[in-house]
């Protein structure tokens, strides 16, 4: 069954969103972001540190440091209608480059750079599983685009699409889940977000949030390889739904992200993460 698609016609002439560096307090709303927490800490010397994130502990023989838990994932397919079980699957994405993050001027008398502009036609859900993209190539100076968007309540115009109810113990095989379900209605696109990650970092959607399909951020001719973990039941409806817009009127723009000089990450630092500055 393929996935079903509705079309939103946008009443304005353009909708523009600045992309910024991701971090995890930013994305907290919409799912995990998973790096190391503490780039700067030797496996061999961890024993000597009180306490770690996420629970970390050493382990191999003191040889590895291990954080338990850093992303919750979640199979939601027990409530599906069509009582098809969700099974866990492992894909390889290759996703080619399709926008390109502006240099910074060389000198601070040059005006900046102009802006490089994303136009966002489709977002998509998978309301019954997380979906945790993991990087397995990250060539130099190489990142991604991640989009999310907030839910609108429920409304007629999203009535046939099917989403979990609630949250139960069986569905989280007794782990916490740390953010509510966003519910069954259409992307609410004024609470777009546009982030950019690096290759030292992995995003994990939360159930039902709606993203935009993977965006790699480099030259043209190079591509960014991911593994995909996530669950599925082969039922398309179930699976993945997605969401098309338009622009109203001819010459009008959609949603549109853009990227500066300003929306390259940093580096990551001693421990793992900065502030976004939003």
């Known amino acids: 069954m393929p996935s079903p698609t509705k079309n939103i016609t946008l009443t304005v002439p353009k ?11 930013a994305f907290a709303p919409f799912g995990d972001v998973i790096n ?48 098809v079980p969700g099974v866990s699957v492992m894909n390889i994405f290759i ?55 907030s839910t609108l309540p429920p409304a007629d115009a999203d009535a046939d699409l099917p989403v979990p109810a609630n949250l139960t113990t069986t569905d989280l095989a007794g782990a916490s889940y740390p953010r509510p379900l966003p519910g069954r209605g259409l992307p609410d696109l004024s ?14 959607y939360g159930a039902g949030t709606w993203h935009a399909p993977m965006v790699a951020v480099g030259k043209p001719g190079t591509a960014l390889d991911f593994l995909v973990v996530q669950f599925a039941n082969g039922v398309g409806e179930e699976d993945c739904q997605e969401i098309y817009f338009k622009a109203e009127g001819e010459g009008k723009q959609g949603v549109v992200v853009e990227l500066t000089p300003a929306s390259k990450p940093q580096d990551l630092g001693p421990m793992g993460s900065r502030l976004a500055r939003l």
């Open 15 to 25: 909708l523009v969103f600045e992309a910024v560096p991701l971090t995890q307090e």
């Open 36 to 83: 190391n927490p503490r780039p700067d800490l030797h496996p061999f010397s961890a024993t000597s540190v009180p306490s770690l994130p996420f629970d970390g502990i050493s382990a191999n023989q003191g040889s590895a440091i291990k954080y338990q838990h850093v992303s919750r994932q979640i199979n939601l397919y027990p409530q599906a209608p069509s009582a």
């Open 95 to 149: 996703c080619a480059s399709r926008i390109s993050i502006p240099t910074s001027s060389a000198s601070p008398s040059q005006p900046p750079p102009p802006a490089t502009a994303f136009p966002v036609r489709v977002l998509e859900r998978h309301p019954f599983t997380t979906q945790t993209f993991i990087p397995l190539s990250a060539p130099e100076n190489q990142h991604y685009l991640v989009i999310v968007a």
């Open 191 to 204: 609470g777009l977000r546009a982030f950019v990650a690096t290759g030292k970092q992995a995003v994990t």
